[in-house]
């Protein structure tokens, strides 16, 4: 794949030859992680190829409209199926870097099960990573090369009667932040406790796509960068809160099935005859036990925390984080009505 160059007056430009031009550009990128896979540089590729599987699909879908003709939908759906594949390997790599940070905390009896849960999700990371290297491996090459074929020519119609020029980029852009903003803020607004967790998951990701949105501008547009950073500080908010419900549906999982084994020994001794006080306190799994209790009370307490700062900087219309998102959207929107020609200062690559 040729290298695609990014046009110093892409804001200017027809709104679908700049997407085109973006999505290739992350098309590139994302085949650029795939070759490092083949070479063995593992860690680095996967999360680069995340990356940018995630813009990629990102302009895409939040620019369909500016598009001409429709993508190949078997395409669309290896390449959604593929971005899918990635998320529980990186779900665990994030867990065990949380449960690493209190090892040291913790008492002598409560790390069995602290170990225990560290290496299932351990085992979890690098079976799903050996997965998803072999369907990039495998499957990438061929999805890049359908959809290369269709983004980097496109047919123009004319109608010389009533000439028309079509929308810019910048005008494009405007009215996706407009649509997607309104998103992000009413599913922000649905978030009420820290048990509102499909609807926190929601605007996680709804901020996300707001981001995503509005970082391709920042090297024309100034005013880009600040809802930028704050969309980014609440999207890791809102990470960090999935993060911990997904570890806590893992904790209750492990949980469970102690208690089932204990069930079960009971039931075996007591077919065996009478039960003695030592066989009724069975220690099936007690250290293990320990330390999954130990590490849901350290998961509650970090939850608690996250979701009061939610709260306090972002939930509500008077919330301070909000508020300044707002305004800093208000900013790019203006901004965005009279675009520069040319980029600020020097060239800047498209964002990474």
Do not use: C
């Amino acid at each position: 794949m040729t290298a695609v160059r990014i046009p110093a007056d892409l804001l200017k430009r027809p709104a679908e030859e700049a997407a085109r031009r973006l999505a290739l550009v992350q098309l590139e990128r994302a085949a650029e992680s795939r070759k490092q896979l083949v070479d063995g540089d593992r860690d680095e590729a996967l999360h680069d190829f995340r990356v940018a599987l995630r813009r990629l699909r990102s302009i895409l879908r939040s620019h369909r409209s500016t598009f001409s003709v429709e993508f190949p939908k078997k395409a669309l759906r290896r390449l959604a199926a593929l971005a899918a594949a990635t998320n529980p390997g990186r779900d665990a790599e994030v867990q065990l870097v949380w449960l690493a940070s209190f090892t040291d905390e913790l008492k002598p009896a409560e790390r069995a099960g602290h170990r225990e849960l560290t290496r299932e999700l351990a085992q979890r990371r690098d079976e799903s990573y050996r997965i998803v290297e072999r369907e990039i491996v495998r499957d990438f090459a061929g999805i890049a090369e359908e959809l290369a074929e269709r983004l980097v020519a496109y047919k123009v119609a004319m109608n010389l009667e009533r000439p028309a020029r079509p929308p810019s980029f910048a005008a494009a852009t405007r009215e996706a932040l407009t649509r997607s903003a309104g998103e992000f803020l009413d599913r922000l607004g649905q978030v009420e406790s820290v048990a509102d967790e499909t609807a926190a998951h929601a605007a996680r990701i709804a901020a996300k796509r707001l981001r995503y949105l509005a970082e391709p501008v920042v090297p024309w547009i100034g005013a880009a960068r600040r809802p930028v950073e704050l969309l980014k500080e609440v999207q890791d908010l809102l990470g960090e809160l999935r993060d911990g419900q997904l570890l806590a549906a893992l904790v209750g999982q492990a949980l469970a099935e102690f208690e089932s084994k204990r069930a079960q020994r009971l039931i075996e001794a007591t077919l065996d005859g009478p039960l003695t006080p030592a066989q009724e306190r069975v220690p099936v799994g007690r250290r293990e036990r320990s330390g999954l209790i130990a590490v849901a009370r350290r998961l509650g307490a970090r939850r608690s925390e996250l979701f009061l700062s939610l709260a306090q900087d972002w939930l509500g219309e008077g919330a301070p984080r909000r508020q300044a998102l707002v305004a800093a959207l208000a900013e790019l929107d203006r901004s965005l009505a009279a675009p520069p020609r040319r980029r600020l200062g020097r060239a800047v690559p498209a964002p990474r």
